[in-house]
């Protein structure tokens, strides 16, 4: 639920800028690419990952409703559809910066997606799925669990900048 927080604020930006672009400002290709880093490597790599890997993977071996399992599927839904749109939100973007003007009208509707992906959806995991997915787990389970999301953010900046240099060499 912290990592909500900081998503909701990247989400307020995006949505400002899609705005600004909408209003003739031309799109800003660095802050788009931060936007893009940020929603893969925070949001979706760290955060749905810890949710994906760890929580709802747990989740699987209780026996959960099936109002459970639906809003669960949703939410996974959700996050494939939100990777489809950053991967479409990087390429319009690298399409506006090598001067393709078609790009701006793809930027904004890829932004518009996302903005109204986002919020509905952590509010939904904030107050129904959080809270009733603590319900199937034991305080020492989710203790563990903690301590795993620990160990998973730990590797993540290693990861990310062994892909940075792998990236560098290739050029
Ligand atoms: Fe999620
Ligand atoms: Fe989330």
New binding site residues.
Partial sequence: MI??RLIERMIAVMDRHRNDIENGTSPDNALLDAIVDFLRTYADRC??GK?EDLLFTALKSKPMTPDMVMAMDRLIDDHARSRALVRRLGESNARSRGGDASATGDITEAIAGLVSIYPD??RR?DKEFFPAAMKYLTKEESDVMLSEFREFDRKLIHEKYVAVVEGAEKR
């Fill in positions: 990592e909500h955060h749905h949710e959806h952590i995991e």
